[in-house]
């Protein structure tokens, strides 16, 4: 049986554009590529010059993180990635980008949840294979959860 991907609504790409600009505290479900995408390209896409942005993922999927990295104004990029290959691709593309700073996890330790952070906003991932993920546009006590959390992954990581 093969599985549809999920496409974003027209009600949905609506509904979550109001939360973005609205800066909103509401937490809601993301459960798609599709879904993924629409956010990174509204957090990190927005994401102005002194947002942190944080990353973690198993690789740096271009249909997720692309519009959002190519527009962001942030100056201040850290990606930490699974994937040895996707992390030295990644560190070749950004090498003339000294606002983009990747590192490769231990693998020797557990994997966590993907994660991304800009600003006060966040996607937290609750089931990877279906890229279901929960988020929110200004939940200042989760990202300083997240953000505590990916300075231990950091600090863990290795340059590509």
């Given at each position: ?18 939360l ?72 070749e ?64 990581s290795?340059?590509?």
């Amino acid at each position: 049986m093969t599985s549809v991907p999920v496409k974003v609504t027209p009600e949905y790409e609506e509904a979550i554009i109001k939360l973005s600009d609205n800066h909103q505290n509401q937490r809601f479900l993301n459960d798609s590529i599709a879904h993924a995408e629409l956010l990174a390209t509204l957090m990190i896409g927005r994401a102005k010059i002194n947002d942190d942005i944080i990353i973690y993922s198993g690789g740096l999927p271009p249909s997720c993180f692309s519009l959002g990295l190519n527009g962001t104004k942030s100056t201040n990029v850290r990606i930490v990635l699974d994937d040895k290959d996707a992390a030295t691709k990644e560190e070749e593309k950004f090498k003339d980008n000294p606002g983009v700073q990747i590192k490769l996890k231990d693998p020797s330790k557990a994997n966590e949840a993907h994660f991304f952070v800009a600003g006060e906003s966040f996607r937290l991932e609750i089931d990877h294979g279906k890229a279901k993920a929960v988020a929110n546009f200004n939940d200042h006590d989760a990202v300083s959860i997240l953000k505590d959390r990916f300075e231990l992954l950091w600090d863990a990581s290795v340059n590509v």
